[in-house]
């Protein structure tokens, strides 16, 4: 007999990709658009937290020594990282609705969440902290400097609902004339200039509602076992210009750090698959809506069942597959039919049958 479908967002009693469905019907209508960053660090080298990729839908590498981004490609990822990835958000700190205000903040909360759990040594704390709050260089960014108007940046006032929610409307705000912001570069090396323009171009077309992501990925020696989190803001929060390199209220957050690697470049591999999972709708529906922290790792579930192969030695993850330039958008290619209102349209009439 047919169950109907009830106000609960997910249960135990439901498989992963059942719970996934049935967030998905709960939740029909549109989410905000999300701008992803990911950083990292290495606590031997020069102690700071550099730019290496971001999603806008599709992702883009920080390459020619910290002097670009590369074209928008669909994301290639190892097997290895997505299931690291999975375990890290089945097993490690899940923080949905966090009310901490600031970065620091924060921190604070993740890192006495780590202590608690016995992941991180009481004698770890400061190293730790002062590892997440250690400086962020973004490409396209001079620390000191505001690239961006006023205006800009509060283009997306936050309201109540009348149920209390948060949203973001639009008030009105403009960016400064193209010549007078021109003039502001001059003094600039023309790498940077050519950044920062691309920047506010893709700011002018930024959705007022979009809400972003940081993902920090480093190496810290002072740990003795990989820790992480994944932190889901109650209300999306300014912190730009720590994060990220555009001035988007922050809406998620995923911390990992670790003393070594079991494979070159693993955690790239795990942040990487951080990025493209939230450049995903459906796995972003349920990461934005969910209340249970069991059903972030559901959701990678239904994602990895969606995966296709490639054989080994046909290609890697270095390889760039540019998707179809049908439509432009927020400075941007898309494809003519994203994959996940396929995968919507497949997810929505299975859901009456459980």
Not at 40 to 45: A, L, N, P, Q, R
Not at 231 to 260: C, E, G, H, N
Request: charged share 30%.
């Amino acid at each position: 007999m047919n169950q109907p479908v009830s106000s609960a967002h997910a249960s135990h009693f439901l498989g992963p990709v059942e719970n996934v469905r049935r967030l998905v019907l709960l939740h029909p209508d549109d989410d905000p658009l999300m701008f992803t960053e990911m950083m990292t660090y290495e606590s031997e080298d020069d102690g700071i937290w550099k730019q290496n990729a971001r999603w806008i839908k599709y992702e883009q590498i920080v390459e020619g020594s910290f002097t670009r981004f590369s074209k928008p490609h669909i994301s290639l990822l190892h097997m290895h990282g997505l299931l690291q990835a999975r375990n890290c958000l089945k097993k490690g700190v899940i923080l949905l609705d966090e009310e901490a205000l600031g970065f620091d903040n924060i921190v604070n909360v993740v890192v006495k969440e780590w202590v608690k759990r016995g992941s991180v040594r009481a004698v770890a704390t400061n190293a730790v902290r002062d590892a997440l709050t250690a400086p962020k260089q973004h490409l396209g960014a001079v620390p000191g400097q505001n690239y961006f108007d006023k205006k800009t940046e509060q283009r997306v006032p936050l309201v109540r609902d009348e149920d209390g929610g948060a949203k973001y409307v639009e008030n009105g705000g403009t960016i400064k004339e193209e010549d007078e912001e021109d003039r502001e570069l001059e003094h600039c090396p023309e790498p940077l200039r050519d950044i920062i323009k691309g920047n506010r171009r893709i700011m002018k077309r930024m959705p007022a509602d979009a809400e972003g992501t940081a993902i920090l990925i480093g190496r810290l020696v002072q740990l003795d076992r990989p820790v992480c989190a994944f932190v889901r803001l109650r209300v999306a929060q300014k912190l730009y210009p720590t994060l990220p390199d555009l001035p988007i209220p922050i809406r998620f957050l995923f911390i990992l750090l670790s003393p070594k690697e079991n494979y070159d470049n693993e955690r790239i591999s795990i942040g990487r698959t951080i990025g493209t999972l939230l450049s995903d709708e459906i796995f972003r529906k349920v990461a934005l809506h969910t209340l249970e922290p069991y059903s972030i790792a559901d959701a990678t579930d239904e994602f990895i069942s969606q995966i296709v192969a490639v054989p080994p030695g046909i290609c890697s993850t270095q390889t760039r597959w540019e998707p179809r330039e049908t439509e432009t958008k927020v400075g941007l290619v898309l494809e003519d039919e994203p994959v996940s209102k396929k995968r919507n349209a497949a997810l929505t009439p299975l859901l009456w049958n459980h």
